[in-house]
């Protein structure tokens, strides 16, 4: 079971705060939303950042970005003024994020994400259009830090997508990796190189372009994207913005490889550009619904970027879910910011990569290697085993008669429905079709569950009545009929009923009897009206405790107590 959060700031500024709520996902879907208050104001916010940045711009550092022309340059930092500007910069953002918005916050994320998963990866991901946000150090905030609350999660950025389309992503050996290779002007982009082929150890089939020692082409560049069939594509090189550096001298907008990208994006999982100032290219990329994709929130020193591509590779590679290898990497990055005398550091670097995804996508993991199995040791076998696995034998075989004796549980005959089949044909809209499919699936008899040895069969019963996940989807479809498709008494009383199964809740059972013929339709419909409204108003009074749940006319209708048992038709 994956569970995520989606904080979605809303559009505000520093000077007056940003609205924010929460939005709670478990195994892709949307479970529970809330409303917050907003984040404070921090006026001063991005002319720190900016000052930084300028600072941290000017370190005259080997980076991956496309070259600056030299009359653009008008000062040369010193690290000294780097880290210190580092320093200021981290200190506001930890004060802003002590503020007791973010404690509330804290809370309502814990109390859902905890439970059940205290030590287990989870994602938390920003959703906000403003730039100096997507560049926070939202990881120095007390739900990642703080012994007890979230440590092992790992904040990332939200990608575009469609809920109505969720991927499924899954790297199968072998791994089609395409590794492009841009200018390696003062760069060292052997070691990259390096780093990727060892890949091949791992599973995975490499398509490098260019070969190593000669140049890369627009066409060639082109071209081989265009061949449409990479789980993962990689860049190395310089970029800037929403342009990546192909040769000397040759820059290449991102919507130049718009055509090529498309045709690429229906099988990729991931994209990784270990090269500057990458989100504009992020969020072009984001265009295609591609799932996953890592890049560098600024600048990026060479060191740096090999580095990461190591430590991620590393922890990826050994079955580690991808989110969680970002996180890994990014701390072991922080060897690099310490000041030591003499000697280079790099402020920041564990701040620049960042990864962006689709809050659908199921966690994506390298595939690892099957278990070797152990050979078998033949035991002797004694008189009195033998004996008891004779006995075994006979009793499964008594076990077996008894079973062909005994009288096969039937699904309710035609004409009857606990929610399973439409009765009133007048029309048979599809999501209301869904939300009954999904109940069928849990009103089989006894029998077709019996082979429980069986992945399906397991599958079904845990669905059904372990975690109620037909249920809850039945629940879904069927309040979406009701609220898109026709206001009929038979969708909300299905629609009761399928809460109260997936709230595991007690409950009486009546039986109603209707004329269902197609041209006693509205005669039926009148006689359920009033049923399904007495049976709603019994079913509000057991919602009050499960604020994701809802029934349709709970602002108009009087909640009223059976028993504290709800009431099934």
Same mark, same amino acid.
């Given at each position: 079971?994956?569970?995520?959060?989606?904080?979605?700031?809303?559009?505000?500024?520093?000077?007056?705060?940003?609205?924010?709520?929460?939005?709670?996902?478990?195994?892709?879907?949307?479970?529970?939303?809330?409303?917050?208050?907003?984040?404070?104001?921090?006026?001063?916010?991005?002319?720190?950042?900016?000052?930084?940045?300028?600072?941290?711009?000017?370190?005259?550092?080997?980076?991956?970005?496309?070259?600056?022309?030299?009359?653009?340059?008008?000062?040369?930092?010193?690290?000294?003024?780097?880290?210190?500007?580092?320093?200021?910069?981290?200190?506001?953002?930890?004060?802003?994020?002590?503020?007791?918005?973010?404690?509330?916050?804290?809370?309502?994320?814990?109390?859902?994400?905890?439970?059940?998963?205290?030590?287990?990866?989870?994602?938390?991901?920003?959703?906000?259009?403003?730039?100096?946000?997507?560049?926070?150090?939202?990881?120095?905030?007390?739900?990642?830090?703080?012994?007890?609350?979230?440590?092992?999660?790992?904040?990332?950025?939200?990608?575009?997508?469609?809920?109505?389309?969720?991927?499924?992503?899954?790297?199968?050996?072998?791994?089609?990796?395409?590794?492009?290779?841009?200018?390696?002007?003062?760069?060292?982009?052997?070691?990259?190189?390096?780093?990727?082929?060892?890949?091949?150890?791992?599973?995975?089939?490499?398509?490098?372009?260019?070969?190593?020692?000669?140049?890369?082409?627009?066409?060639?560049?082109?071209?081989?994207?265009?061949?449409?069939?990479?789980?993962?594509?990689?860049?190395?090189?310089?970029?800037?913005?929403?342009?990546?550096? &192909?040769?000397?001298?040759?820059?290449?907008?991102?919507?130049?490889?718009?055509?090529?990208?498309?045709?690429?994006?229906?099988?990729?999982?991931?994209?990784?550009?270990?090269?500057?100032?990458?989100?504009?290219?992020?969020?072009?990329?984001?265009?295609?619904?591609?799932?996953?994709?890592?890049?560098?929130?600024?600048?990026?020193?060479?060191?740096?970027?090999?580095?990461?591509?190591?430590?991620?590779?590393?922890?990826?590679?050994?079955?580690?879910?991808?989110?969680?290898?970002?996180?890994?990497?990014?701390?072991?990055?922080?060897?690099?910011?310490?000041?030591?005398?003499?000697?280079?550091?790099?402020?920041?670097?564990?701040?620049?990569? &960042?990864?962006?995804?689709?809050?659908?996508?199921?966690?994506?993991?390298?595939?690892?290697?099957?278990?070797?199995?152990?050979?078998?040791?033949?035991?002797?076998?004694?008189?009195?085993?033998?004996?008891?696995?004779?006995?075994?034998?006979?009793?499964?075989?008594?076990?077996?008669?008894?079973?062909?004796?005994?009288?096969?549980?039937?699904?309710?005959?035609?004409?009857?429905?606990?929610?399973?089949?439409?009765?009133?044909?007048?029309?048979?809209?599809?999501?209301?079709?869904?939300?009954?499919?999904?109940?069928?699936?849990?009103?089989?008899?006894?029998?077709?569950?019996?082979?429980?040895?069986?992945?399906?069969?397991?599958?079904?019963?845990?669905?059904?009545?372990?975690?109620?996940?037909?249920?809850?989807?039945?629940?879904?479809?069927?309040?979406?009929?009701?609220?898109?498709?026709?206001?009929?008494?038979?969708?909300?009383?299905?629609?009761?009923?399928?809460?109260?199964?997936?709230?595991?809740?007690?409950?009486?059972?009546?039986?109603?009897?209707?004329?269902?013929?197609?041209?006693?339709?509205?005669?039926?419909?009148?006689?359920?009206?009033?049923?399904?409204?007495?049976?709603?108003?019994?079913?509000?009074?057991?919602?009050?405790?499960?604020?994701?749940?809802?029934?349709?006319?709970?602002?108009?209708?009087?909640?009223?107590?059976?028993?504290?048992?709800?009431?099934?038709?």
């Amino acid at each position: 079971m994956v569970k995520q959060v989606v904080i979605r700031i809303e559009e505000g500024s520093f000077k007056s705060g940003f609205p924010v709520s929460l939005e709670f996902w478990e195994d892709g879907r949307i479970i529970d939303r809330e409303k917050c208050s907003s984040l404070p104001p921090n006026q001063d916010f991005p002319r720190v950042y900016d000052e930084w940045k300028n600072i941290y711009t000017e370190l005259g550092l080997e980076v991956r970005a496309i070259e600056i022309q030299q009359e653009q340059i008008t000062h040369v930092s010193s690290l000294e003024e780097c880290e210190k500007a580092t320093r200021t910069l981290e200190s506001r953002i930890k004060n802003w994020l002590e503020q007791p918005i973010f404690g509330d916050i804290t809370g309502k994320i814990l109390g859902r994400l905890k439970n059940g998963t205290p030590n287990k990866s989870v994602r938390v991901i920003i959703d906000t259009s403003n730039d100096y946000l997507r560049k926070l150090s939202w990881d120095s905030w007390d739900l990642f830090q703080k012994k007890g609350f979230l440590p092992q999660a790992e904040f990332t950025l939200l990608s575009q997508y469609f809920q109505d389309n969720p991927p499924t992503e899954i790297l199968e050996k072998p791994i089609n990796i395409l590794a492009i290779f841009g200018s390696g002007r003062g760069l060292q982009l052997d070691q990259d190189r390096k780093l990727i082929d060892n890949l091949r150890r791992h599973g995975a089939s490499i398509n490098s372009i260019p070969e190593s020692g000669k140049s890369l082409t627009y066409e060639d560049l082109f071209n081989t994207l265009w061949q449409g069939n990479w789980d993962i594509i990689f860049y190395s090189g310089h970029s800037s913005g929403g342009t990546i550096q &192909v040769g000397d001298g040759l820059n290449v907008p991102i919507n130049a490889l718009r055509e090529p990208l498309r045709k690429a994006a229906s099988r990729l999982k991931l994209a990784i550009f270990n090269s500057c100032d990458g989100l504009d290219i992020g969020e072009y990329l984001a265009d295609f619904d591609i799932p996953n994709m890592i890049v560098m929130r600024e600048y990026v020193p060479d060191l740096v970027a090999q580095r990461f591509l190591k430590f991620f590779l590393d922890e990826f590679t050994k079955g580690q879910p991808l989110h969680a290898s970002v996180r890994e990497a990014r701390r072991r990055l922080q060897q690099l910011e310490l000041p030591i005398p003499n000697k280079l550091f790099y402020p920041r670097a564990s701040k620049l990569p &960042v990864l962006i995804q689709n809050p659908t996508t199921p966690e994506l993991y390298w595939p690892q290697p099957e278990p070797e199995a152990k050979p078998l040791t033949q035991l002797p076998i004694t008189p009195r085993q033998i004996m008891q696995i004779v006995l075994f034998l006979l009793i499964i075989i008594g076990f077996l008669a008894i079973y062909r004796r005994i009288p096969k549980s039937e699904a309710l005959e035609d004409n009857t429905s606990k929610g399973e089949e439409i009765l009133l044909a007048r029309s048979k809209p599809r999501d209301k079709q869904r939300g009954v499919e999904a109940v069928a699936k849990c009103q089989k008899p006894l029998n077709h569950f019996l082979p429980i040895w069986k992945s399906n069969i397991r599958q079904q019963w845990d669905d059904c009545f372990h975690t109620k996940k037909s249920y809850r989807e039945a629940a879904k479809y069927l309040e979406e009929s009701w609220d898109r498709e026709r206001k009929d008494p038979e969708t909300l009383i299905y629609l009761n009923n399928a809460i109260l199964e997936e709230m595991g809740a007690d409950y009486y059972t009546i039986v109603v009897m209707v004329p269902v013929l197609a041209n006693d339709a509205e005669l039926a419909e009148e006689i359920l009206r009033g049923v399904a409204q007495a049976q709603t108003e019994v079913n509000l009074s057991l919602l009050e405790n499960f604020s994701h749940l809802t029934l349709p006319g709970a602002d108009a209708l009087d909640s009223k107590s059976l028993n504290g048992k709800g009431l099934k038709v």
